[in-house]
């Protein structure tokens, strides 16, 4: 009976338990991540969704919402060192407003532009 093993040596059973058993730290520093990025999000849609409708003078609801603006951003820039470029990457390309309604090209469409 051969096993399959990876350029690395180790079998898949090896890999999948690496990959599931994550230490405390790493899945405290994960978890710490992606509390801050959540909070993130929720303080931006508070401060553009939110902060406009409140029953305050215009001057407060502006110095709110450029508060909780800033607190977004702050604690999307902390939540890096936590994630890590690669998911902080994703999370800004996903949430990017030009790329919601982008129409991805059909697949014969480029094979006929060649021709």
């Not at 405290?28 to 409708?53: E, M, Q």
């Not at 919402?65 to 060192?81: D, K, R, Y």
Request: proline share 6%; no cysteine.
């Amino acid at each position: 009976m051969s096993e399959d093993r990876s350029a690395g040596g180790q079998t898949q059973e090896g890999r999948n338990a690496q990959s599931t058993a994550l230490g405390p730290a790493v899945r405290l520093k994960r978890y710490i991540g992606y509390s801050l990025l959540v909070i993130s999000t929720l303080t931006w849609v508070g401060g553009l969704f939110v902060a406009p409708f409140v029953p305050l003078p215009a001057a407060k609801r502006v110095a709110l919402a450029g508060f909780l603006i800033a607190t977004a951003e702050i604690t999307f820039w902390v939540s890096i060192p936590f994630l890590g470029k690669g998911i902080v990457a994703a999370f800004r390309k996903w949430m990017n407003p030009f790329r919601w309604f982008k129409r991805k090209p059909a697949e014969g469409a480029a094979e006929e532009a060649a021709d």
